[in-house]
């Protein structure tokens, strides 16, 4: 077997609340292979974005271990750290809050490949305009303020600063849930066809069961911190064995298990 491009164990995060300690993460443990989507699910606070903020270190957690491409990443630094933060990128919900609204599409895409030395001065617009291609929205684009395009076209901006690192994992918290139907179905496509070229895996956290049968092979269902139960996505989204998993597809609207052709069925 393959090793793991990510494995989380015992994975836990404490928050004090009302002189309380409680676990928004509590001991949560998976892999992710090369390549593969995960999602990631479960009701509102039952910890999806806790994790993602963990596995990029915007916060510490209070116990577990992530290893990623082969390493402790718990225990990198400085220099050490920045080179193997390039290679795990995030997308959130909200590329407006993410970005300064002000600033051009060619600045925000400009800003990674200086910063990890991806390319030199003088090589980084045709870079970015590649980039651009790669997300398919034209060259004109770059000199355009980030609030002055649209939220699919925002969204398109956010994948292509992620992939402008080369990462080999992106963790995307609710990435696709402000889109509308169509331009929504138009960004799954998209990340299907980078994951296929570029072998790209992602952590996909969605609460978006007819979403994550389209796009992931495995899910993990979280329940106020814990893992509920986790599997093959059809086969969890068909037949939750799990109380919460349950209720899910139950409040899930029109989920329709049999006309997708989801992830898991393309292995
Ligand atoms: N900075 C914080 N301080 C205190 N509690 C927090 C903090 N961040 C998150 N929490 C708590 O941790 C738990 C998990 O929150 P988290 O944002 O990870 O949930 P989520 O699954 O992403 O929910 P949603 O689907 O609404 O985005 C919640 O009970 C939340 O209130
Ligand atoms: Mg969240």
């Known amino acids: 077997m393959s090793r793991p491009l990510l494995a989380v164990s015992g994975l836990t995060k404490r928050y004090r609340r009302g002189g309380k300690s409680i676990a928004a993460v509590d001991d949560v443990s998976f892999d992710i292979e090369p390549g593969e989507t995960l999602a990631l699910a479960g009701p509102s606070g039952s910890g999806k974005s806790t994790i993602a903020r963990l596995l990029l ?38 590329p407006l809050a993410a970005f300064n609204p002000r600033a051009t599409v060619a600045r925000v895409l400009d800003d990674p490949l200086r910063i990890h030395g991806i390319a030199t001065r003088s090589e980084r617009p045709r870079r970015i305009a590649a980039l651009l291609d790669r997300v398919g929205l034209s060259a004109d684009l770059a000199g355009r303020a980030i609030h002055e395009i649209s939220g699919g076209q925002r969204q398109r901006i956010a994948i292509a600063r992620a992939i402008a690192t080369k990462p080999s994992l992106i963790v995307l918290d609710e990435a696709v849930s ?51 139960e986790s599997g093959n996505a059809r086969a969890v989204i068909g037949a939750p064995q799990s109380t919460i998993g349950k209720a899910l597809v139950t409040a899930a609207p029109k989920l329709n298990r049999t006309s997708t052709q989801g992830a898991a069925d393309r292995q």
Do not use: K, N, P
Not at 63 to 72: H, K, P, S, V, Y
Not at 189 to 199: I, M, N
């Open 178 to 228: 402000a889109l509308d139907v169509s331009v929504r179905r138009q960004i799954l496509q998209l990340l299907l066809d980078l994951q296929r070229e570029e072998r790209i895996a992602y952590l996909f956290i969605s609460h978006d069961l007819g979403v994550i049968s389209a796009i992931a092979h495995r899910v993990v269902i979280l329940d106020a911190g814990r893992v509920a």
């Open 57 to 94: 270190r915007l916060i510490e957690s209070d116990a577990g271990r992530i290893e990623f491409e082969g390493g402790d990443f718990l225990s990198l630094s400085g220099a050490a750290l920045r080179a193997r933060r390039a290679r795990l990128q995030m997308v959130f919900q909200d």
